[in-house]
Nanobody
Framework: QVQLVESGGGLVQPGGSLRLSCAAS????????MTWYRQVPGKQRELVAP???????NYADSVKGRFTIVRDNAKNTVYLQMTSLKPEDTAVYYC???????????????WGQGTQVTVSS
């Protein structure tokens, strides 16, 4: 059993910053790719930024230059530093991870419960 728990969402003014966290816990052997997604009601879930276990990253064009994804492998935690926030960044942000579990050493995909980010004056 593996859980992903996100935190750090909230209400912020345009131009402000927030840092989201997502911690994986449970029967973990290793965590491979970790990814942040976001979703607005009535729209498809959108990929924001993935990061590999080795630290390679990628970003959606809409957040490039404003968001930074990093991870702490020792803590099985991924962070999303968001700066210069815009109203269009308002969404529920979800963490996703590919986790190799014990004792089977099989890889499964997990989602967090989501954290609301609202950018508004």
């Amino acid at each position: 059993q593996v859980q992903l728990v996100e935190s750090g969402g909230g209400l912020v003014q345009p131009g402000g910053s927030l840092r989201l966290s997502c911690a994986a816990s449970g029967s973990i052997f290793s965590v491979n790719a970790m990814t942040w997604y976001r979703q607005v009601p009535g729209k498809q879930r959108e990929l924001v930024a993935p990061i590999t276990s080795g630290g390679s990253t990628n970003y959606a064009d809409s957040v490039k230059g404003r968001f930074t994804i990093v991870r702490d492998n020792a803590k099985n935690t991924v962070y999303l530093q968001m700066t210069s926030l815009k109203p269009e960044d308002t969404a529920v942000y979800y963490c996703n991870a590919n986790v190799v579990v014990t004792p089977t050493l099989r890889e499964y995909n997990y989602w967090g419960q989501g954290t609301q980010v609202t950018v508004s004056s």
